[in-house]
């Protein structure tokens, strides 16, 4: 009987039980690499959105991270972040498919333009590629089109620079159109844009495409830099839905890593200088028995990251690069390690998620600041909760419900509705929020009876827009007030007021309480009590939702021309959440 078989000589790494079992919980499924990143090496980084983590480690040990679209200087770090810099090479976003990345290169260099390149939306533009790069969107077409060509210099001149590329594949399944076949990163109609049928179809790559597109991006990427080099890995992210109804979410995402996971195997064995780097398989392996994933069974712990990104330094790296930077701590006992981790999640900018906020109901709402696109939220002054029980105040720009939802009614009216206009904003609590007016004033009531005589002073009919938010309640001569304003505005003049709550009683109620303070309480009968009628002054109330808390609160426009009831009857205005 012979002992010469073929297994007789594999190292430890060959066996599940040395390899897997015993490695303890630092297994390290990488055996060997084609190349590591040295000293000077630019690396770019593009991808879904596990690839954000990847890039946030690469700059966290002070790795060199290209990035050739740094944000314009004018913008404050958090504004910085709100609108995408920095968070890849150039300002891409996420890059979900092989055949998202194709187009991209072939978008920068002009052999590719889409049908739909440009989505105006409620006076908006929006880029149906990177439908979220841009809090709020484009606020005109100029500036959209500014931005796209220096954008698209910054893709050449990261495509051209780079000397490896770090990309993460994290989707099969994307929106095509049936026009041009231009890939979009998320639905149509989900941050932008509208669904069509007959327009937008759903396709789901299978190995032979991905394969394609991929070697097809390496040569048209190797004609402009040659020596370009590829590091290849697969988000371990499951499928936040499938869109196929006949599939199981979890068969669909089986199918869609599997593909994804074969191309890699693929492109590496046809390109030189392509490595497949396996953080799918270290964030989902058996050794990790789930750990690895949040309560949602889909986000990826920190912890996790953080061990992708030690095997990552480990084998890609040169000593030489890392120097004196701090090297990843050793994991903590398991036990411990799962406590601490339950609550350390990272926070990934995942395009798929966005989709889940849309298709969620209220109770689960997701919240969202839609002045600073925040998502961290605590209670609001004196501890108080909104109505629907969740916290009011935007941690990140401080806004309250009122603030989000007087903001969330104008954005839903058109750009040139708004964009001549001469506006005055009447004791605005927060003086920094974007407004799209031509020119804002303000009035300020600085001390009791102080806000009636400054509006006295001013000219008639000088104003085309005024904005109050809970101004009127707190006036001793609340009509004396309205009156005024309504003297200021001018033929074609609008008056947004947001009142607390008028919904909730039938009548005007008398608060008592000392001057400057809440005065009273506006019922169902506000435009009465205002005597609108008797001014010739019309009203029309929106009901809006708080993207933040999901409370809805009745927004007013009076006004006294009446071609603007139509002007107002926006098809955009978003009482309700985006649904699909
Ligand atoms: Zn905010």
Redesign the pocket.
Known sequence: MTKDIPYRDLPDHSFWQRGVCDAGADVDPVVAVPFTIGVGDRVATAGSCFAQHISRHLRKVGFDTLCTEPPHGLLRPQEAVAFNYGLYTARYGNVNTARQLLQLFQRAVGSFVPEERLWADGGRFIDPFRPRIQPRGFACREEFEADQAQHFAAVREAFETLDVLVFTLGLTEAWESTGDGAVFPICPGVAGGRFDAQRHRMHNFDVGEVTDDMLRFIDLLREVNPAARLILTVSPVPLVATAFATEHVLAATTYSKSVLRVACAEIARRRPQVAYMPSFEIITGQYARGRYFAPDLRSVTEEGVGHVMRVFFRHFVDAAVLGDAPQAPPPPTPAVAHLQQMGQLADANCDDDILRHALATTPALHQV?N????EAFGPGPHGRLSSTGLKPH??????LERH?VASRALQALPRNFLDWRRALLVNPQRKDDPMPFRHCDIAQATAPGALLRDLAAREDGLYDFIVLLHVLEHQDDDRAVFEQLVRLLSPRGVMQVCFVDPHLRPWTSIATGPAGSLRRWYGRDVSSHFRCPTLQVHVKVDDVTDP?TGVVMPVHFFYGHPEHQAALETPSAPTQEISR
């Open positions: 600041c002045l600073c696109d925040g935007c941690e990140r720009c401080g806004s989000r933040g």
